[in-house]
């Protein structure tokens, strides 16, 4: 699908990596308290590092307070470092040496006088590695082997924590971080279970990793509002050795749900049967009850109840596989794997062909409504990014002929139009692709296409997507009023679609002249940073990225402005949006930039970029020394004049 960020805008998905603090600002002389003291950090410095790990409550001062906050070089336990205590005395925060190198490895958070969460870099190099939830907080304890912020997997997590986990992974629609929950091939080998169930397991877990990112995108039980409230079960159970030819005693929850509150409103979502395994706790299988009327059904137990479950039975079960289904889906996973390996298009066009002719069977193998749509869903997201990588130029009239069929057998007008508008932008890539292709034509019809789809289907999903990429084409075209009423549109016909907020900062972004804005995070240093801080003087406001050229170019500007004007006159105030941290910090390593950015994880897709609508990249602001703004979207060669004017 053609991204609706266009030009030199290219979103990245990378998780985010963190160095919860700057080495350079801890770098400890000496541990002995005497010398520690010549490098004293300050109590805000301390105060403005937060965990690696989002959601954690930790006491946050107000200013006041940070003000009789104090900060001290303590040994604790053998282990020297800084303490950061409020004015009555109760623990903030604890930055700690465990090996003595100097180094500050673990970052260690309080509530209420508890600590509650620690960030730890077990292998010494500057980069947290393991992130411990402790105190009233839980047990959780998360294992990052590459260091990019993101948990690999769960070292410690409880059954309670499992069901918290897997509604956030549904609210945020994250694959991953599902997948993570999940009982792994070695731990179910591990457990010992009789042949017989241990098939059955295995088909449900294959079920659930290949088709929760569909099940999420399509619930609408769970969403972003949604919150964990407490886990529901029985008393927990085992499963004796012997058993149905376990070897071990297996301990395990049958029957497990959530209660999640929702805009004052309880639902209840079933999770089924979760394993404990090495003393930790995984799920075995997709989350149900999640269409309307259902959410207060439990899900079916695997092990207990009506007695243990034949395998048979599993088999047919929310989230269970039957055998056609399973061999479908080895051959799907190994087509995949032939695909990654290919370089020819004939032979990419091929296994593309028969990917979507098993998508097909899979459907038609499929038990029920939902998960028939789900496998077609998937054919068209997959046929429609094959044929804009140009892996697949047969795959538009698949597509058409997909959608005819639908059509013709009366299918919901949400799916029809879900299929349609995969249809429609791989036709527009495919255009793209063609020799001595007319971009201006193309473009004509793409803008007409989309403004049918809408049209024609105004209430679905992708309706919202499709008026996004009106609003910015119009908006680079500059017809900001056109542009204005695509924006306002999606706000008030979307409101709970995630691009309701890019189009809200959108709109604002547009009717910003001769207005205040606001903004205010942390930066790449983590240090808060406010825009409001800068009253008094011009600001340049550049939003970038490493992967965005043009942003490289205007940077090499932005110095020659910088040394030209007094810093009492001009500031800079940079806003990064990489979403791959280490690729970041490689560029600043090399590429040494005066100014602040602030910066969060998410990129183009995060409030950063969404609270002023930022759609492509390089974007920059020119805000007045009353704060506010002077140019809503100016280009660097404008610059230098526009400064001759504002400070000579």
Not at 388 to 397: D, I, K, L, M, T
Request: net charge negative.
């Amino acid at each position: 699908m053609p991204h609706p960020y266009p030009m030199n805008c290219r979103p990245c998905r990378t998780p985010l990596s963190l160095t919860p603090l700057g080495l350079a600002v801890w770098a400890l002389a000496a541990l002995a308290p005497d010398t520690l003291l010549a490098a004293r950090p300050t109590v805000e410095q301390a105060l403005a590092l937060a965990p690696v790990q989002a959601d954690i409550e930790i006491d946050v001062p107000t200013k006041a307070e940070a003000a009789e906050c104090q900060l001290t070089a303590e040994t604790i336990d053998g282990v020297s470092g800084w303490v950061v205590r409020s004015g009555d005395g109760r623990l903030l925060r604890r930055f700690l040496d465990s090996n003595k190198d100097n180094k500050v490895d673990h970052w260690c958070y309080f509530k209420d006088g508890v600590e509650i969460y620690r960030d730890l870099d077990t292998d010494f190099d500057g980069k947290a590695d393991q992130y411990r939830w402790l105190g009233t907080a839980g047990i959780r304890w998360g294992l990052d082997t590459d260091q990019d912020g993101t948990i690999d997997r769960w070292k410690l997590i409880s059954a309670e924590e499992v069901t918290e986990e897997a509604v956030r992974a549904l609210a945020t629609r994250d694959a991953r971080r599902f997948e993570r929950l999940l009982l792994t091939s070695d731990e179910l080998d591990a457990l010992g279970l009789g042949t017989e169930q241990r098939e059955a397991l295995s088909q449900r877990l294959a079920a659930a990793r290949q088709q929760f990112a569909a099940l999420a995108r399509q619930q609408k039980l769970v969403t972003e509002r949604s919150k964990w409230i407490h886990f529901g079960a029985s008393r927990p159970g085992i499963l004796p050795a012997g058993s149905l030819g376990a070897k071990r005693d297996v301990v395990v929850y049958d029957n497990v749900a959530a209660v999640i509150e929702t805009e004052g409103k309880h639902s209840q979502l079933a999770l089924g049967t979760i394993v404990q395994a090495d003393g930790t706790w995984r799920l075995t299988s997709l989350p149900s009850g999640l269409q309307e009327g259902q959410a207060s059904q439990p899900a079916p137990g695997f092990f207990f109840g009506d007695g243990i479950v034949p395998a048979e039975s599993a088999m047919r079960q929310p989230g269970g596989l039957s055998a056609q289904v399973q061999e479908l889906v080895g051959e799907l996973e190994r087509i995949d794997q032939r695909l990654a390996a290919s370089t020819t298009a004939a032979d990419q066009a091929r296994l593309n062909s028969q990917r979507a002719d098993i998508l097909v069977k899979l459907a038609d193998a499929a038990e029920g409504t939902e998960e028939y749509e789900n496998w077609l869903r998937q054919l068209a997201d997959t046929v429609s990014a094959a044929v804009q990588s140009g892996q697949y130029a047969g795959g538009v009239e698949r597509l058409n002929k997909l959608y005819e069929q639908l059509e013709t057998a009366g299918k919901p007008k949400e799916l029809l139009a879900y299929v349609k508008f995969r249809t429609l932008t791989a036709e527009y890539g495919q255009s793209l692709q063609a020799p001595n292709a007319d971009f201006a034509k193309i473009q004509e019809n793409w803008l007409a296409t989309l403004e049918k789809f809408v049209a024609d289907y105004p209430t679905s999903a992708d309706a919202a997507e499709a008026m996004l990429q009106l609003a910015i084409a119009q908006e680079f075209a500059g017809d900001e009023e056109s542009a204005g009423k695509w924006y306002g549109k999606i706000v008030s016909d979307f409101a709970s679609s995630p691009l309701a907020a890019k189009a809200t900062g959108a709109k604002r972004r547009l009717e910003s002249v001769g207005k205040p804005v606001s903004l205010s995070g942390t930066s790449t240093e983590g240090k808060a940073l406010s825009l409001a801080a800068y009253r008094g003087r011009v600001v340049i406001l550049h939003y970038w990225a490493t992967w965005c050229e043009p942003c490289k170019q205007d940077m090499q500007l932005l110095k020659q402005l910088q040394a030209k004007y007094p810093q009492a006159k001009l500031a800079l105030l940079g806003v990064n949006l990489d979403t791959d941290a280490q690729q970041l910090q490689s560029f600043l390593q090399t590429n040494r930039l005066a100014w602040p950015h602030l910066r969060e994880p998410e990129g183009l897709d995060g409030r950063l970029a969404n609270e002023l609508g930022v759609v492509t990249l390089p974007t920059m602001l020119l805000i007045g020394a009353d704060g506010n703004v002077l140019n809503r979207s100016i280009h660097a060669a404008e610059l230098e004049t526009e400064l001759e004017k504002l400070l000579r």
